[in-house]
């Protein structure tokens, strides 16, 4: 059973970079999917979250930049992320529930640097 994010880098502010979660061993679709990420010194927060019934949650400074959606036939889960600024640099990971303290499968985060 593993989760693994890729599809981070280095992107100039206003770039973009497409994250994608797969899941092996289990199926996403069974789970909401979380996107979260922690900048150095700094809480870890929720980015977004893709619900069981395709509902979705984004954190208020992302809304209108990023958009999470789900391949079931890929079993994978994507966060679209435009118009990227410095401050979204961050290890960013994804998980099987909308909070982190729900999860129960999560996976190594994959590493999106916003600099010029």
């Known amino acids: 059973v593993q989760l693994q994010a890729s599809g981070g880098g280095l992107v100039q502010p206003g770039g973009s970079l497409r994250l994608s979660c797969v899941a092996s061993?289990?199926?996403?679709?069974?789970?909401?999917i979380g996107w979260f990420r922690q900048a150095p010194g700094k809480e870890r927060e929720g980015v977004s979250c893709?619900?069981?019934?395709?509902?979705?949650y984004y954190l208020d400074s992302v809304k209108g930049r990023f958009t999470i959606s789900r391949d079931n036939a890929k079993n994978t889960v994507y966060l679209q992320m435009n118009s990227l600024k410095p401050e979204d640099t961050a290890v960013y990971s994804c998980?099987?529930?909308?909070?982190?303290?729900?999860?129960?499968?999560w996976g190594q985060g994959t590493q999106v640097t916003v600099s010029s």
């Open positions: 998980a099987t529930d909308c909070t982190w303290l729900g999860r129960r499968y």
């Open positions: 893709i619900r069981r019934d395709d509902s979705t």
């Open positions: 061993g289990f199926t996403l679709d069974d789970y909401n």
